[in-house]
């Protein structure tokens, strides 16, 4: 198991703290990474300071931490992921202290903050002889490359290497923007299939049968199931109602909250339409793009306890409702009919045809054709299809 | 040769369990005792965890004096829907060379993509006791190469319409300011990148207070035409509903509404110079020239026109390392790009095969894997991989399922997620025999590129002895130097001993060099027109959209491109309904791209789609984690 060293390295830095404190409590080990910095005044331009100086290889500073192999995973030279077992080890250790850095109100440009977090750092443990982890945000890549530049830091207060700190890390932004879009296309495509088939042929495809005949709910099923209150295992067990409540959904494009995720600077995917396709049968939507940071997903890495923890807690995001008032707006509907057939009538002109599916308990729902007198119900026209 | 520490056989059950329990209960090894197998120094690559490595590029310069061991691509018959086995076999066959007949060999595979993991296709990490493992890191981020991508193709698609939106709100002057401020002493400088442009618009001088007026705005407006884009976002998952969207209709974008859409990232031009490039230089300079678009004059635009190109580079600097892995019998995989083979160039990376062949030497085998049919995969891996590489293959090996053969003699419609008819699951030599029209095409075309033909009959547990024995004989008469019946699914690499040694033969004994289909140096149509005769087409049609984009690239200098086919891999025709081997057809092209900086022409036949979609029961339903031991469950 291992998880991205933002999320844990808090607790797993302070326990790591406590853990040599408690042990060698009177023969503090020596450092064999740490060293002092010989300094260029004026100061030269980050990335300049960045590459004049030659980092440790990681598993040094593992090993400074009494990290034992088992416990992280190398990516290349300089960086390794700490992996979550650790915690397991370290169960019965102490914790060090606990300091966090925060700022005035900003300007723009910035106050130094990752800065002073990381030069009292190297204070402690250069100059004080001190066992300290500093615990940082990984940084976005919008930024980097937008106008505001990398987060490592800044002049002879540095983490390095600089360009693998702001330029992928280990991935865990990648993996972030990938989870949060899989998300939001398993949506949209719900919204699709519910529209093209009948609960029968839904329900066949969620659960088709084996080469034995023999159907069976996934484990994530039973999620489901349950929140429903049901608790039939056997697929064929269910009822046409049961069917129709497991199979359809039933979301209101409406309510969506989720929206896709890239770490790029890109204000031109702010606000979009998709679905635009043919293929894609006129269920055109507006949404839009955050940058990946700003995904759920990123809460949920940075607040999450565990790997079980974890699991429970990107299973609970709501991506928005279902219909629920699905009555209203069929009444609605109604009225819509009349007026409709009433200026068709007097008017007869500029007609357009509409294909309305509303999906409830009930079946004289199920389909209605309105026909619209389009030039003097256009008001009315977008209420319905948006 | 020093003897491997790493290499081991298989204890084999039967039935075949999933892909995923067989991948689970063999242990693997350290990487760095696979490295240590290749007499890779630990300088040469960076640990990603216990079972992945990043070769670096610079072993190449330390093997540079080493001879090239055997190259081999595999290839197959024109597939069903569900695959024929192409990976599977590639990995069986190493197993076996490695593991059975204790040669050096390195297994060059593509990365999959992600979509089709959670889509309907699962993994592609080979299959039953033919795999590469650990499986779930083989089909998921792997060491990041296609986040890279991804994050650089959409880096370079936020510039364009970036660049558009200033240019349209700002002057001349105003925009040259930006491009070029002064620093704190007052001083203006071009950065690198501008430079590029510079040399393009005919620019010599060095001090930007020195250009004219004129030269400022041909320096600072690219006036992009928006009509002339092609370059779209690209993610690496299934989502139809972004094919195509609609861009910019926030209110502070002011009313710059531009239609365009994602395809999955191994659609990405980036993906292919990727896979073609030979070193970082080179694909710095690829990078640069990739062409987005035109301006209203009708120039192209490049990336590096748009100052991205150094930053697209930097985002792909470590994606240009290939990813070293093993199988399951401990034999050592290089794992680099992915494109896609019916809409992209559908081969692994020019780099990994570069290291492997240097790596395995004198005897040993490179073997790696084309994408979909021998008319799609080994056409491009031939025409324009080897181009590009400079390398020479010496044998090809063709996977064939009687499955698929039964198909092509005119069985029943084959459709992922749909049970088999019966007619495939009995046997039936006529309906085989007729099928071997395919076979014996693909083997004729792919000989005459001067490589031995070895068709490798991949068995599954419906066919007979009748139906494996008439391929066999039909491969023979068609001109195949081989055809071995192979069982490397159920039995790992024991199961494909026979056809190592038949690829070990074909390799000692080539007698032809390398021949390509057609010259870089004819037109555009006359090297579409090679290729749609190998198809078997009597001629090609090119719609009005078409000769227009063939008017223009070649116009701009781009007709020295090889050419590398959008095409349904379901046939040699257009027509995917097309079974076995269709001829007299006119082969329509429906439209030209092309992608500059990968270096290719790229017809499109019919209708291709380069963003797949989701089902309704997509594969995710399935994969899980199991929160107590971290293990991947569910994956196939």
Wanted: aromatic share 6%; net charge neutral.
């Amino acid at each position: 198991m291992e998880v991205v060293i933002v999320a844990i390295a808090a607790t797993l830095g302070n326990l790591l703290m406590g853990w040599d404190s408690s042990t060698i409590a009177d023969k503090m080990m020596s450092s064999t990474t740490v060293r002092k910095l010989q300094v260029v005044s004026p100061v030269p331009v980050d990335i300049d300071i960045a590459n004049s100086v030659e980092p440790v290889h990681i598993s040094q500073i593992a090993k400074d931490l009494n990290l034992s192999p088992n416990h992280y995973d190398l990516y290349g030279k300089y960086k390794a992921k700490v992996l979550l077992s650790v915690l397991d080890e370290l169960q019965g250790s102490e914790d060090g202290y606990y300091v966090v850095v925060g700022g005035i109100t900003p300007t723009p440009l910035g106050e130094g903050k990752s800065t002073t977090t990381v030069g009292l750092c190297q204070a402690l443990g250069a100059f004080l002889d001190k066992k300290v982890v500093t615990c940082l945000r990984q940084p976005s890549q919008g930024p980097t490359f937008g106008i505001k530049g990398g987060a490592a830091g800044g002049g002879y207060s540095q983490v390095i290497p600089m360009d693998e700190f702001n330029l992928h890390l280990t991935g865990d932004i990648h993996a972030i923007t990938a989870a949060n879009n899989l998300l939001a296309a398993a949506i949209d495509t719900r919204i699709f299939h519910e529209s093209t088939q009948s609960d029968k042929a839904l329900f066949n495809r969620l659960c088709p049968p084996n080469k034995e005949g023999k159907r069976s709910f996934s484990d994530v099923m039973f999620r489901r199931l349950t929140k429903l209150g049901i608790s039939k295992t056997n697929p064929d067990d269910l009822t046409p109602e049961e069917v129709n409540k497991f199979a359809r959904l039933d979301i209101d494009p409406n309510s969506i909250t989720w929206r896709r995720v890239m770490d790029i600077n890109d204000r031109f995917l702010r606000k979009i339409a998709i679905g635009q396709g043919l293929d894609e049968k006129g269920m055109v939507r507006e949404t839009g793009f955050d940058i990946s940071v700003a995904s759920e997903i990123v809460a949920v890495l940075a607040l999450t306890t565990s790997l079980a923890d974890m699991r429970k807690r990107l299973g609970k995001m709501v991506i928005g409702n279902t219909r629920e008032s699905h009555f209203t707006f069929c009444f609605m509907l109604d009225l819509i009919t009349e007026m409709a057939q009433e200026t068709t009538r007097a008017l007869r002109t500029g007609y357009i045809l509409v294909y309305i599916y509303i999906y409830g308990s009930t079946n004289i729902f199920k389909k209605k054709t309105i026909l619209f007198c389009f030039n003097h119900l256009k008001p009315i026209f977008y209420f319905c299809l948006h | 040769m020093s003897s491997s520490t790493t290499v081991r056989k298989l204890q084999v059950v039967s039935p075949v369990p999933a892909d995923i329990d067989i991948a689970n209960s063999v242990e693997p090894v350290h990487i760095s005792q696979i490295a240590k197998d290749l007499n890779l120094s630990p300088n040469h690559y960076d640990l990603y965890g216990k079972y992945k490595a990043k070769v670096l590029l610079s072993v190449l310069d330390e093997l540079q004096g080493s001879e090239d061991g055997y190259y081999v691509v595999v290839g197959g018959i024109t597939p069903t829907p569900l695959g024929e086995g192409k990976s599977t076999t590639t990995v069986g066959l190493c197993q076996a060379l490695g593991a059975f007949l204790d040669k050096k060999v390195v297994t060059c595979l593509r990365q999959p993509s992600q979509g089709p993991t959670f889509g309907i296709k699962g993994g592609a990490a080979g299959g039953g006791y033919s795999q590469v493992i650990p499986m779930d890191e083989f089909n998921l981020h792997l060491t990041g190469d296609i986040h890279a991508i991804t994050a650089a193709n959409n880096l370079l698609a936020a510039a364009i319409d970036t660049r558009i939106f200033h240019e349209s709100t700002q002057s001349d002057k105003a925009l040259f300011n930006r491009l070029c401020p002064p620093n704190k002493e007052g001083k203006r400088s071009f950065s690198d990148v501008m430079f590029r442009r510079l040399t393009k618009l005919g620019i010599s001088k060095t001090n930007p207070d020195d250009l004219t007026p004129e030269e400022v705005n041909k320096f600072a407006r690219l006036d992009i035409d928006p009509n002339s884009i092609t370059w779209r976002r690209v993610m690496d998952i299934n989502d139809r509903f972004l094919r195509k969207i609609a861009i910019g209709q926030g209110p502070d974008e002011k009313g710059m509404v531009r239609e365009t859409g994602f395809d999955i990232s191994v659609a990405s031009e980036i993906m292919a110079v990727l896979a073609l490039t030979t070193s970082l230089a080179d694909m710095r300079e690829r990078l640069g020239k990739m062409v987005i678009g035109n301006s209203k004059s009708g120039d192209p635009v490049t990336a590096d026109d748009l100052g991205v190109g150094g930053a697209l580079t930097v985002l792909m600097k470590d994606a240009i390392h290939p990813t070293l892995m093993q199988t399951l019998e401990g034999t050592p995989v290089l794992v680099h790009a992915g494109p896609f083979a019916n809409i992209a160039h559908g081969n692994s990376s020019i780099v990994a095969d570069k290291i492997a062949l240097k790596l395995v030497g004198p005897g040993g085998f490179v073997v790696t894997e084309a994408g979909f049919g021998a008319d799609i995969g080994a056409e491009k891996f031939m025409n324009i991989k080897c181009r590009y590489s400079g390398l020479t293959p010496q044998c090809a090996i063709i996977v064939a399922t009687i499955r698929a053969l039964k198909m092509h003699g005119g069985g029943p419609a084959v459709v992922a997620g749909r049970p088999l008819d019966h007619a495939y699951l009995t046997e039936n030599v006529a309906l085989v025999e007729a099928g071997c029209v395919n076979m014996a095409r693909h083997i004729s075309n792919t000989k005459s590129y001067g490589v031995n033909v070895v068709v490798a009959i991949n068995k599954f547990s419906t066919d007979t002895e009748a139906e494996l024995n008439a391929v066999r004989s039909a491969a023979l008469a068609a001109g195949a130097y081989d055809a071995v019946i192979c069982t490397h699914h159920a039995n790992g690499g024991k199961g494909a001993v026979d056809l190592g040694i038949a690829v070990q033969k074909a390799c000692e004994n080539v007698t032809q060099p390398l021949k390509f289909l057609y010259p870089v140096d004819l037109s555009i149509k006359e090297k579409i027109e090679a290729i749609a005769k190998s198809y078997g087409a009597s001629g090609v049609e090119y719609s009005e959209q078409a000769e227009k984009q063939i008017e223009m690239y070649s116009k701009q200098g781009f007709s020295g491109l090889p050419i590398c086919m959008a095409k349904t891999q379901y046939s040699f025709s257009d027509n995917a309904a097309a079974k076995g081997a269709p001829s007299g057809f006119v082969l329509p092209i429906r439209d030209v791209r092309a992608s500059i900086g990968a270096g290719f022409i790229y017809p499109l036949v019919g209708t291709m789609s380069t963003m797949p979609g989701l089902p309704t029961r997509p594969c995710f339903y399935d994969i899980d984690l199991d929160t107590t031991t971290g293990k991947v469950i569910g994956l196939s």
